[in-house]
């Protein structure tokens, strides 16, 4: 009975480790999404699976359990890297087994590949039910048992289930089911913590539009210099004076009411995948814009200017105005550093033109 229950533990303690590991690097790696991302998943995942089979072997006398990676990933992480995690998976047992015996039968291929597909489409299958998380993940493992079942009988030699691997495995399964679910919990709520942080960082407190140095972490984005065509500066008329005659408060009204003007009034012309706004500092805005198409650069922002003018606040007696200059990437080898002073230069000649105007580079 004594190694009975070690034996449990030491297959639990394994399963849990692994689903933390490979939970906690799908979950806070930084370049999320990439393709560099999703490769160093695969090179993360296949040593797991291997000590997996590996521990399941040594410990129970068979393989056990292992698909069960997959499925955990298939429902806390993502259904598309799940169902990739089955399929390397089925190709890490083949390999594994061949390890075992190098005159592996093309029959036992074919059957773990079918006992993966098995476990895969009734994990699909249990997901389309309208039951908790952890009632479906139950669901897909007890789908897993019986495809090792399936394993077991026709490869006895591979896979049989003795009841003393069965009442290991079982609970070893329950065991870590329980464990990844609160495991799961825990590190989803840090994600949405660390994602609210990463959002205030990126973001201006008061315009809530993206900051400085979201800015600058946006010029160093490969994807940003293809696809921009030009970066202005805005600079609101005369605030400085408002701040100092009517009040710091009035001020950030000012500002924000400013800002939001300005970003309707962008989104009406260009719409909301054309450009994007940031707060720069001060009174200063920068827009980087995609597209404008339908129209020319001076009609855009005539535009703006006229919009902006018909704002009024109760505490101004002044109509806002606002002074810009825009400058295009492709007259700066597509550089968003050079392009950005070069629109800097634009805005100050704006202003010492006498303001409510914007100065644009010919392109």
């Known amino acids: 009975m004594g190694s009975l229950f070690f034996d449990i533990s030491v297959l639990s303690t394994m ?200 800015l600058y972490k946006d010029f160093g984005s490969q994807q940003f210099n293809e696809e921009t065509l030009a970066i202005a500066i805005l600079d609101l008329d005369y605030f400085k004076k408002v701040n100092d005659q009517y009040g710091h408060n009035i001020g950030n009204q000012t500002l924000i009411t400013f800002s939001k003007h300005i970003h309707q009034n962008l989104i009406e012309q260009l719409g909301t995948n054309n450009f994007e706004l940031y707060r720069y500092g001060g009174e200063e805005f920068v827009v980087t814009i995609k597209a404008v198409a339908g129209k020319t650069m001076k009609e855009v922002f005539d535009q703006l200017q006229d919009t902006i003018q018909c704002v009024t606040m109760e505490q101004l007696p002044e109509r806002m105005s606002f002074s810009a200059g825009v400058a295009y990437l492709k007259n700066h080898a597509f550089d968003p550093m050079t392009t950005l002073e070069a629109a800097d230069q634009l805005l100050y000649q704006s202003k010492h033109a006498g303001r409510k105007q914007t100065m644009i580079e010919v392109l």
């Open 15 to 214: 399963l849990i480790g692994l689903g933390i590991a490979i939970l906690t690097i799908l979950n806070f790696h930084e370049m999320r999404e990439s393709f560099g991302w999703y490769a160093e998943t695969v090179v993360v995942f296949l040593p797991l699976i291997y000590s997996l089979l590996s521990v399941s072997m040594l410990v129970i006398g068979n393989i056990y359990l292992y698909y069960l990676l997959a499925i955990i990933v298939y429902f806390y992480v993502s259904h598309d890297i799940g169902a990739g995690y089955f399929l390397l998976t089925a190709l890490i047992i083949i390999t594994y087994l061949s390890m075992l015996n190098p005159a592996l039968p093309q029959g036992t291929v074919l059957l773990v590949l079918m006992t993966g597909l098995l476990t895969y489409i009734g994990t699909v299958i249990v997901n389309l039910l309208k039951v908790p998380i952890l009632a479906k993940i139950s669901a897909a493992s007890f789908i897993m048992l019986c495809a090792e079942r399936l394993f077991g009988t026709f490869v006895p030699i591979y896979g049989v289930h003795t009841l003393r691997g069965s009442v290991i495995s079982v609970s070893a399964l329950l065991i870590t089911m329980i464990m990844m679910h609160y495991f799961n919990r825990y590190i989803t709520q840090r994600v949405a913590e660390i994602d609210a942080i990463t959002l205030r960082a990126n973001k201006d407190e008061l315009t809530q539009f993206y900051n400085l140095y979201y």
